[in-house]
C-alpha cells in the first residue's frame, strides 16, 4: 500500500498569503496524484487531478505540481473561503489511498 | 448539474448488515465509473470500493474486502454498497463519487461527491 504524507499538519496564514502544502509518497507515483479540499459539513471537492490539472471550475489561484514521490499544492493568494482541510489522494495502484490532510487555518 | 443522493445509513449492531444506495441524476450514470469513499468521524478519508461503468470489474480496500460488495443498476442510475459483518470501526459517513472522465477513459478521481449517509456500528 502506498502511503502519503502531508505537511505540515496544520497551516496557519491570513487572507492574501501565499499557502503551500506538501504530500509525499512512500514509493514513486509518477503524476497520478489528486488534491481534494473539505470544508466542515461538507463532502470533499476535487481541486487538482493528475499532479497540476486543474478540475472543472477550480480558480487559477489553485496550483499542483511534482512527480515522483513529492507534490505540492499551492494557493497564490489565499481567500477566506480557501480555510479548509486539504487531502491528496494517489490513484497509481490499488489500494487508492489518501493522505491525513492539511488543515489551513486562519 | 451532477446530483448524487445517498441513502441507507443508520445505526446497526456489530456483525450486522446494511446496504447503501445512492441514486445519481445529471450525467449518464452507465458511462462513468463509480466509488465510494469513507470518512470516520473527525478523521481522514479513506477509498472504501469502486466499480466500473458497465460492473464487470470492482476494486475493495483492504479493511472491506471480503465483507463489503459494490454493485450498480444501471437501468435506476443507483449504485449499491452491501455491508456485512460490520464492525465497530466501520463507523463512518460513506460518500458516492463518480469518477472523473478524461483523455477517453475513466480515471482514479472523484469528480462529483453526494453528501454522505452516516452508518453507525454500536451495541
Known amino acids: 500500500e502506498i502511503v502519503l504524507t502531508q505537511s505540515p499538519a496544520t497551516l496557519s496564514l491570513s487572507p492574501g498569503e501565499r499557502a503551500t502544502l506538501s504530500c509525499r509518497a512512500s514509493q514513486s507515483i509518477t503524476r497520478y496524484l489528486a488534491w481534494y479540499q473539505q470544508k466542515p459539513g461538507q463532502a470533499p471537492r476535487l481541486l487538482i487531478y493528475e499532479a497540476s490539472n486543474r478540475a472543472t471550475g477550480i480558480p487559477a489561484r489553485f496550483s499542483g505540481s511534482g512527480s515522483g514521490t513529492d507534490f505540492t499544492l499551492t494557493i497564490s493568494s489565499l481567500e477566506p473561503e480557501d480555510f479548509a482541510v486539504y487531502y491528496c489522494q494517489q490513484r497509481s495502484s490499488w489500494p487508492y489511498t489518501f493522505g491525513q490532510g492539511t488543515k489551513l487555518d486562519i | 448539474e451532477v446530483q448524487l443522493l445517498e441513502s441507507g445509513g443508520g445505526l446497526v449492531q456489530p456483525g450486522g448488515s446494511l446496504r447503501l444506495s445512492c441514486v445519481a441524476s445529471g450525467f449518464t450514470f452507465n458511462s462513468y465509473a463509480m466509488t465510494w469513499v469513507r470518512q470516520a468521524p473527525g478523521k481522514g478519508l479513506e477509498w472504501v470500493s469502486t466499480?466500473?461503468?458497465?460492473?464487470?470489474?470492482?476494486y475493495y480496500g483492504d479493511s472491506v474486502k471480503g465483507r463489503f460488495t459494490i454493485s450498480r443498476d444501471n437501468s435506476k442510475n443507483t449504485l449499491f454498497l452491501q455491508m456485512n459483518s460490520l464492525r465497530a470501526e466501520d463507523t463512518a459517513v460513506y460518500y458516492c463519487?463518480?469518477?472523473?472522465?478524461?483523455?477517453?477513459?475513466?480515471?482514479?478521481?472523484?469528480?462529483?461527491w453526494g453528501q454522505g449517509t452516516l452508518v453507525t456500528v454500536s451495541s
Open positions: 466499480i466500473t461503468a458497465s460492473g464487470g470489474s470492482t
Open positions: 463519487a463518480n469518477n472523473l472522465q478524461y483523455g477517453g477513459s475513466w480515471s482514479g478521481y472523484f469528480d462529483s
